[in-house]
């Protein structure tokens, strides 16, 4: 599988705690919302990055416990983004979910 981000798949990722993880996949998602009504194909590679950080998250093994709401994540995002939204999400669901894990991982810094 070629990855976009190189550096992080080849391991980088595994050393970021699970709060700098999730931000940063909620920092593409938020990329994903913005482009949106600008310009679709920015927007659908941002939301393959964001997949693609989600899937390196999923398979981090100190995240084992969390398994659960990562994969329930990956199928309301791409309901939302690809498919038929059959889960009525929107955009500003998204935005308060990772806010929380932008703020967590930054009042530790």
């Known amino acids: 599988m070629k990855y976009q981000h190189q550096n992080l798949s080849s391991g980088k990722w595994f050393k ?4 700098e993880q999730m931000a940063n996949i909620g920092s593409e998602i938020e990329r994903t919302i913005i482009w949106q009504r600008k310009n679709q ?3 659908q590679k941002a939301f393959e ?3 693609e950080l989600l899937d390196l998250t999923i398979a981090d093994p100190k995240n084992i416990k969390r398994l659960k ?3 329930r ?5 791409a309901d939302y983004f690809v498919f038929d939204n059959i889960y009525h999400s929107k955009s500003k669901d998204f935005k308060k979910y990772f806010y ?3 703020y967590a991982a930054r009042i530790n810094y």
């Open 16 to 19: 970021l705690d699970f709060r």
């Open 41 to 43: 194909a920015y927007s």
């Open 49 to 51: 990055r964001g997949l």
């Open 69 to 71: 709401e990562l994969l």
């Open 73 to 77: 994540l990956r199928e309301v995002l």
């Open 100 to 102: 929380s894990f932008n």
